[in-house]
């Protein structure tokens, strides 16, 4: 185990590029998020890490 970053993942709608997202329920498959600025639901979305430490690999 390596030590974590310290932001947690950020994930962004692919339709808008908004970080507003919710989780609608999760489903066997993975969990849907509802885009709280475009209206998208999906379980797509852009995962980036939040900006951590510069030493992160
Ligand atoms: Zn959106």
Known sequence: MKRR?????VRHCPQ???TDLTIV????????YH????D???SLVLETD??????ER
């Open 40 to 42: 998208y639901v999906g």
């Open 50 to 55: 939040a900006p951590a430490s510069p030493d």
């Open 16 to 18: 808008c590029g908004s």
């Open 35 to 38: 885009c709280q600025k475009c």
């Open 5 to 9: 970053p310290r932001g947690r993942p």
């Open 25 to 32: 329920g999760g489903m066997i498959m993975g969990q849907v």
